[in-house]
């Protein structure tokens, strides 16, 4: 401890870990003091909460789509069981239960738990298949979990809606739950069994060859990825404050799913960005109405067409590249511009 | 991880310069419905209703010397876009009362929010029983699902002489699963005989429900249901050759436009008829068939009332705070509706007439007018 | 008895049409192991197209006509989507190509909203409906053509695989694309034939769909392209026939569903089925065993 070297406070200011602390922090302070001082209006406020949400569901579908490599068309579905779960256990003991952290993390959890036993179960049989056979089977999952909550509507008020879910879901607390979670998976994947299912993407037979258990650590990415989205589910409950089953269809499964492809497979910072643009754009794309979707799927087949890693590929946003990249475009530009000047 | 974090800034902070608040020189009332899809003829009346009613009250001076301004948004149908609509007016619109939700099922599912918020519902056309029920700010302009179902099921056993009927409902949407409960209990009290069969809003082919019907020894069916759906299961019964007498609801209206033939002959219950000879139903009919080339259906007829009957609410409470809009709303004595007269009982429904219409060679022909109170 | 006649005859008219839709998916994912998302878009074209034919020209045109022109526009749409789209990935991970086919989907599903608005179009059936009595049973007319038609067609792509010259060099490219290339066969050619062929197989389904069910919209193509595909993985996907018995069961199990069961519990059925084949026969009925499927 005392032999620890001394770092100069420029070295501690560039230590990722500071800037990133600091960074989560102040883009907190400055969310919270506009929300305080009502330069935020409810309908962003609503957006922002609805990012965050997205962030949730697309970093943890890119556990099981971006890291292990396996098609998932179904992440919808077990967002629904956990925004049902949730739902169902917020109305319950919201009697009981006076503060809105609380209640939040309880229901929270039990969201996670379910959704977590629902991924263990599609998940066991499911990853005997491969490629778009899983996808097809993932997606058929979806479809029945929507159906179910629509059938079981004794518990669940079925097609009509389940109205009346306390709107606990304020910025601070959506803001760290996601901060939480999406920390969690980054800690995850860097560390041994993150690696392991990084190998498993890249070479199954060679991954099996140096002794990763293969089934196991599909299993665990399949079951996080469950868990996360039945959070995600359960944020969404709260902050709705309804929830009907068609919000949990196959196209909810192919908009995360499209987060995940354009930010790139495999990048958490690439789920946030694209989260965000994804989030906003469309909104700031409303009066074009139809023209908006037209376009969304156009970047889709584009970007696929062009740029199939998506924005951010496989990388993760990195402070110092950043800062080298930008100097080299500055620089770049600055050659170009003495260039010009010589001629 | 943190680039995100700068766009994050930006994206937000451009997003906050951007949201400007709403000056106050308007009066705005915002609308609900399904504007595009299967049902986008409903919403489309409804808003169309309701502007007409704007601009005719807008160029006789507004109210308060403010003009109205009709907000309509697009809910396809669906609860949740219909949630997501009510958002925006309420957060970015910042409207002062509502006409709408167009359907049960959108009100249903924006009612428990508005209620928190309290803002002031005028629904036109949700006609589900709990629209009203626990909700001081809510109102309506049309009839409930209750008093049109047993109108029906009382039409059908004494005009029509059935005592053995099939209910064909939608078990997704709340306004066919009202009127059929309603129905249904009317047909029990009277110790009459039915049998259900339920589809679901994303079924197309009802062929298999239809030969069922056809298998069993039914007097007629009840239909409560939209006509998207009403028009796809009159032409398949027609295709399988099942040829029983089809009573439906409200959501009839407008059957007469493509699929005359195969409803022809067939009852529905509704608000008005196109054909009512009294001056201001007639004045009305004229004047929205100048403004958008068609004849209005009794959706945009409610529409139009509840927009004249919410200003002579604000009219009279003199100002647009919600308490004050809620209670001369419950106090309201509206005379000259298309529709009828409007004055809400405890809950915020309104005593209204009942009209069975035939569709007779594409026509409706009014069959019989219940009045309010004779049941 | 009578009853579940009646029965297993709407399950035969909702099944002739699973089966022509997929017919296409089979075919395509025979040949460049593709699953076509985008395949229930053509079918909504093929209806819109043929409500086009057959209503906004000012002289009526034929049924048989009708059917014939949105068949081929259908085709050439099929062909100028794989050209587009699909040409580009053929060696690229299959993922990408499998996102790229929902981006087309939902591209050609806006696309279809944007030219022809939300609103359902009201599509009166072209023939005549009055039921006709054989033994007892009142039978649509239309009925009995959707069925009619649909054998017929099935036949002629039957013969034409089997017994034609760019029928063989399409199984060929099928089983291996490399040796293909080697015996002088245009791949390039060969699957845009296959796709020209199921998309007009596919409008088919699709105009009868809109026909039997009297509306077209936008979105009409996603649940049965759903079905249809559903069918093409139960018979066994590759194969012709194999996606023509899957469509006839899809069809009836689904009618018996509501007819017998409750109409709520359909798509619960159906999409269980697809999960339980995929876990214990994911080579369907009449598909080959395959050791891996990547």
Same mark, same amino acid.
């Given at each position: 401890?005392?032999?620890?070297k001394?770092k100069t406070?420029k070295?501690?200011?560039l ?10 922090a102040s883009?907190?302070?400055v969310m919270f003091t506009?929300?305080?001082?009502q330069l935020?209006?409810r309908?962003i406020?609503n957006l922002?909460v609805?990012v ?5 569901m697309s970093?943890?579908l890119?556990?099981a789509?971006g ?5 998932v068309?179904?992440?919808?579905g077990?967002?629904?069981i ?5 739902a169902?256990i917020?109305?319950?003991l919201r009697?009981?239960?006076g503060?809105?952290l609380l209640?939040?993390v309880?229901?929270?959890i039990g969201?996670?738990?379910l959704?977590?036993?629902a991924?263990?179960l599609?998940?066991?049989p499911?990853l005997?298949?491969?490629g778009?056979?899983?996808?097809i089977?993932t997606?058929?999952f979806?479809?029945?979990v929507r ?7 004794s518990?669940?008020?079925g097609?009509q809606?389940?109205?009346? $879910?306390?709107? &606990?879901?304020?910025?601070p ?6 901060v939480? *979670? %999406? =920390?969690? !998976?980054f800690l995850?994947m860097n560390s ?6 990084l190998s498993i993407?890249e070479?199954e037979?060679a991954?099996?060859s140096?002794?990763?258990?293969i089934?196991r ?7 996080l990825a469950?868990m996360f989205?039945g959070?995600?589910?359960a944020?969404f409950a709260?902050?709705?404050g ?7 269809n196959f196209l909810?499964s192919?908009e $995360?799913?499209v &987060? ?5 497979m495999?990048?958490l910072?690439g789920? *946030? %960005? =694209?989260? !965000?643009?994804?989030?906003f754009?469309p909104?700031?794309?409303?009066d074009f109405?139809?023209?908006r979707y037209?376009?969304?799927s ?8 062009y740029?199939p890693k ?9 402070f110092t590249?950043?800062k080298?990249?930008?100097s080299?475009?500055?620089t ?8 010009g000047?010589d001629? | ?14 997003a906050t310069?951007?949201?400007?608040g709403?000056?106050?020189?308007t009066v ?6 399904p504007?595009t899809?299967q049902y986008s003829?409903?919403g489309?009346a409804?808003e169309?209703g309701a ?7 807008n160029?006789a001076g507004?109210?308060l010397d403010k ?13 949740t876009?219909g949630?997501n609509a009510?958002?925006r007016?309420?957060?970015q619109?910042e ?7 167009t359907?049960?099922?959108v009100?249903l599912?924006?009612?428990?929010l508005a209620v928190?918020?309290?803002?002031p519902i005028?629904t ?6 709990t ?7 809510v109102?309506?302009?049309c009839?409930?699902?209750s008093?049109?179902g047993s109108?029906a099921?009382?039409f059908a056993?004494?005009e029509?002489n059935?005592t053995?009927?099939a ?8 306004y066919s699963?009202?009127?059929a409960q309603?129905f ?5 009290a009277?110790g009459?005989s039915?049998d259900?069969f339920e589809?679901g809003?994303?079924?197309?082919d009802?062929s ?7 298998d ?5 069916v009840f239909?409560?249901?939209y006509?998207?759906?009403v028009?796809?299961?009159?032409t398949q019964?027609?295709?399988?050759g099942l040829?029983l ?10 059957i007469e ?7 022809n002959?067939?009852?529905?219950a ?5 054909t009512?000879?009294a ?5 009305f009919?004229v004047?929205y068939t100048?403004e958008y080339?068609e004849?209005p259906n009794?959706l ?10 919410m200003?002579?609410?604000i ?8 308490d004050?809009l ?21 809950n ?12 007779v060679?594409?026509?409706h022909?009014?069959f019989?007018?219940v009045e309010?109170g004779?049941e | 008895m009578?009853?579940?006649i ?6 035969l008219?909702?099944g002739?049409?699973?089966?022509l839709?997929a ?6 994912y025979g040949?460049?192991?593709?699953i076509?998302f985008a395949?229930g878009?053509?079918m ?5 197209f ?6 906004s ?9 009708v059917?014939?022109l ?5 085709a050439?749409l099929g062909i100028?989507?794989e050209r587009v ?16 086919a929902?981006?087309m ?7 279809a909203?944007l030219i022809f608005?939300a609103?359902p179009?009201?599509?009166?059936p072209?023939v005549?409906t009055?039921?006709i009595t054989?033994?007892n049973?009142d039978i649509?007319?239309?009925t ?6 649909s054998?017929?067609f099935m ?7 089997y017994?034609t010259?760019?029928?063989k060099?399409m199984r060929a490219?099928?089983?291996?694309k ?5 015996m002088?066969?245009?791949v390039?050619n ?13 409008a088919?389904g699709?105009?009868?769909y809109a026909?039997?069910?009297?509306q077209i919209?936008p ?5 049965p392209g759903?079905k249809a595909?559903i ?9 012709i026939g194999?996606a023509?018995i ?7 199990i689904e009618?018996?569903?509501k007819?017998?069961?409750?109409s709520?519990?359909?798509d619960v059925?159906?999409?269980g089925?697809l999960?339980?084949i995929?876990?214990f026969?994911p080579s369907g009925i009449?598909?080959k065993n395959r050791?891996e499927?990547?």
């Open positions: 401890m005392m032999k620890a001394v406070i070295e501690f200011l230590d990722p870990r500071f800037v990133n602390y600091t960074l989560i883009i907190f302070i506009l929300i305080q001082f935020v209006n309908y406020y922002l609805m965050l949400i997205m962030i949730v970093t943890s890119n556990i789509t890291f292990l490599g396996e098609l068309l179904g992440h919808a077990f967002m629904g956990g925004a049902y779960t949730a169902i917020g109305i319950a009697p009981y239960i503060a809105d209640l939040f309880v229901s929270a969201a996670m738990t959704a977590g036993i991924g263990l599609v998940g066991t499911a005997r298949l491969r778009d056979y899983l996808g089977m997606l058929g979806g479809e029945i159906n179910l909550i629509t059938n079981l509507s518990i669940t008020n097609a809606g389940l109205a009346g $879910i306390p709107r &606990i879901m304020t910025f607390i959506a803001f760290w739950t996601t939480l *979670i %999406v =920390s969690v !998976i995850f041994r069994h993150g690696r392991a299912i993407r070479d037979i991954s099996e140096v002794g990763i258990n089934t650590y599909k299993l665990i990415a399949f079951v469950s989205a959070i995600g589910g944020m709260f902050k709705e309804f929830l009907a089953p068609v919000s949990f909810k192919v $995360i799913f &987060i995940v492809v354009l930010g790139g495999g990048s910072s789920s *946030i %960005v =694209s989260s !965000i643009v994804l989030v754009l909104e700031y794309l409303r109405k139809e023209y037209l376009l969304y156009s970047i889709l087949v584009i970007t696929m067409l740029r998506g924005l951010m590929g496989t990388k993760e946003f990195n590249q950043f080298a990249s930008v080299r475009v500055v770049r530009l600055k050659t170009r511009f003495r260039k000047r001629h | 991880m943190k680039k995100l974090l700068l766009i994050v800034s930006v994206v937000l902070l451009s310069l951007t949201a400007c709403q000056t106050d020189d705005r009332l915002g609308v609900i419905g504007l899809g003829m409903y489309l409804v169309n502007k007409l009613a704007a601009k005719e009250i160029a507004g109210v003009d109205i301004d009709i907000i309509a948004y697009d809910s396809k149908g669906d609860s876009e949630v009510y958002n007016l309420r957060d619109d409207i002062h009362a509502l006409i709408g939700g359907f049960s099922s009100t599912a924006i009612k428990g928190q918020d309290n803002i005028l036109p056309t949700a006609t589900n029983d629209v009203t029920l626990d909700a001081p700010n109102f309506r302009a009839y409930s699902d008093y049109q109108t099921a009382i056993n004494t029509l059935v053995n009927a209910v064909m409902y939608n078990r997704d949407d709340a699963q009202g009127l309603a249904m209990d009317e047909f029990d009277r009459l039915y259900r589809f809003a994303q079924d197309d009802y298999a429900l239809l030969t069922n019907i056809k069993g020894s039914y007097d007629a239909l409560p249901a006509v998207a759906e028009g796809a299961i009159l019964a027609d295709t399988l040829d007498p089809f009573i439906g609801g409200d959501g009839w209206d407008g436009a493509d699929y005359a033939d195969v409803a002959g067939f009852y529905f509704n608000h008005y008829s196109k009512d000879e001056s201001n139903v007639q004045d009919v004047n100048a080339g004849a009794a945009a007829a409610l529409a139009y009332d509840a927009v004249y009957a200003v002579e609410a009219e009279n409470a003199d100002s647009l705070e919600a004050d809620v209670t001369a709303l419950s106090n309201l004595n509206f005379l000259d509706g298309v529709t009828g007269p409007i004055t809400f009982d405890e915020g429904d309104p005593i209204k007439s009942i009209t069975i219409i035939q569709v060679d594409g026509v022909e009014v019989a007018k309010a004779d | 009578e009853l579940f009646s029965q297993l005859i709407n399950g008219n909702t002739s049409i699973y089966a839709v017919i296409g998916y089979t075919m395509v040949i460049i192991k593709l076509n395949h878009e053509i909504m074209f093929g209806a819109y043929a409500y086009l034919f057959a209503f020209l000012s002289f009526q045109l034929p049924f048989l006509v059917i014939v949105s068949m081929f526009f259908a050439i100028l989507i789209a699909y040409k580009k990935l053929r060696k690229a991970p299959r993922i990408s190509a499998l996102i790229t929902i981006g989907s939902l591209f050609l599903q806006h696309l909203q608005g609103t179009y009201v599509m009166k072209l005549d009055t039921p054989i033994l049973f649509s007319r239309l009995l053509l959707t069925i009619g038609l054998i017929l036949i002629l792509l039957t013969l034409f695989v017994k010259k760019p029928g060099a490219v099928s089983q291996d490399e040796a293909a290339i080697l002088g066969i245009n390039d060969i699957i845009s034939l296959t796709f020209a062929i199921g998309s007009a197989l596919g088919l699709g105009i009868f026909m039997t069910y009297s919209y979105t009409m193509g996603v649940l759903l595909f069918a093409a993985v139960f018979g066994g996907i590759g194969s194999g023509m899957g469509g006839y069961l899809i069809g009836i009618t018996m569903t007819a017998y069961i409750s709520k519990w359909v059925i159906v999409f089925l999960i339980v995929l876990l026969k009449l598909g050791k499927k990547v």
